[in-house]
């Protein structure tokens, strides 16, 4: 016997105008994040292939509680909120799929500075930039330079830049003597 979810959705705003985090009572995809910046990305997410199908959907983000929905230019989040809330509360409440998942084997030898940077994105940064409806990830480190990728709300924010110069730069530099400079991915 199934008992049927009750999914509450709301909406929260993101320090990217195009950008809006919309926040659910359930897990939907925990400890991982997931970023697509257009349809031909999602094909291995049933959920954000629906969500694209909304004329006005540029860009989903996925993680853990939440999804940030990046929407065109030329609508307005007081026109569009309501009818994504509505959508995901209900795909969420049939337990559709939200993504495929495809088996991936990694096995990097990390030394102990990349351990050390891994470990403060995780512990100060990540938090924050997830408040916000975006991600940060590692990518790599090397000749001294920190390469992060920035998804969700994050990507093509006007106020990322000055958080990976200004907070994420000055964070490592201070705590990794290593580390000479922060860049974030272009995607």
């Keep these: 016997m199934t008992t049927e979810r009750q999914i509450t959705v709301y909406a929260e705003s993101t320090p990217n105008p195009n950008s809006m985090k919309f926040v ?28 694209f199908k ?32 509505e959508f995901i509360k209900n795909y969420v409440e049939s337990e559709k799929t939200i993504i495929e998942k495809k088996q991936e084997l990694t096995s990097e030898e990390e030394n102990e500075i990349i351990l050390k940077i ?3 994105l995780d512990d100060h940064v990540k938090p924050a930039v997830e408040m916000d409806g975006g991600a940060i990830d590692f990518v790599d480190f090397s000749d001294g330079i920190v390469t992060v990728s ?11 830049t000055l958080t990976l110069k ?12 290593e580390v ?5 991915e272009m995607g």
Excluded: H
């Design 24 to 51: 659910m009572n359930c897990m939907i995809l925990p400890n991982e994040s997931i970023d697509f910046r257009n349809a031909s990305e999602a094909e291995n997410s049933p959920f954000a292939v629906e969500l």
């Design 54 to 85: 909304f004329s006005y959907v540029n860009g989903v983000f996925i993680m853990n509680n939440f999804v940030s929905i990046t929407k065109t230019e030329d609508v307005e989040w007081l026109e569009v909120s309501s009818e994504l809330r």
């Design 118 to 120: 891994k470990k403060l």
């Design 150 to 160: 920035m998804k969700g709300s994050c990507s093509g924010c006007p106020s990322s």
């Design 166 to 177: 200004a907070g994420i730069e000055n964070l490592l530099k201070r705590m990794v003597p």
């Design 180 to 184: 000479q400079a922060v860049e974030a």
